[in-house]
């Protein structure tokens, strides 16, 4: 099966810096997501990692490690519009496809 | 390109009552996956199909749920015997092929069931 876990909520400040952490136990991995959903609405992809390292997109940065079961979600020059919830999931390597999603990270961003 | 579309966006049935959610996935998508999201909580699988299969069904309650994607038209979450712990909203997702890029799941604006 797949575990994952994420904190529930977060608070950062209008063009601070914040790190979302996910973590992750599976039966199989075949890459690693993250979505973000604004209130009321579907989630959106913000990125992918099957690989172990970083990878940048614009403001929004993600980094795995394979071998700790370890993720996060870097979020640069933070603007009001970023406070959403922010979900991992886990594509496990059965099933191609299927993906587990955490339960979201609640991100408020303050003047 | 229209993207994956779900109706109706809102549902009210009484207890007892069935509901019939549709979702027509995005043009060339092959794979169609249901959530379940209970307010304040995170998406929760429930099924995985591709046109006419189920490929993977273990998030879905043992009774009162069904699914399917036939060969024409969109794919159907259906709900008998409706209860109040059924009003949540059920999003719809859908992903190209296998072996198509990252395959990332694309998803709809949802269906809100109330439940009265």
Redesign the interface.
Known sequence: GQNIDQPTEMTATEGAIVQINCTYQTSGFN?L?W?QQHAG?????LS?NVLDGLEEKGRFSSFLSRSKGYSYLLLKELQMKDSASY?C?VRGNT??????????TTLTVKP | NAGVMQNPRHLVRRRGQEARLRCSPMKGHSHVYWYRQLPEEGLKFMVYLQKENIIDESGMPKERFSAEFPKEGPSILRIQQVVRGDSAAYFCASSPPTGQGVNEQYFGPGTRLTVT
């Open positions: 890459g997501f979505y609405e579907a989630p959106t992809f992918y979900l999931a099933n191609a496809g299927k993906s587990t999603f955490g339960d979201g």
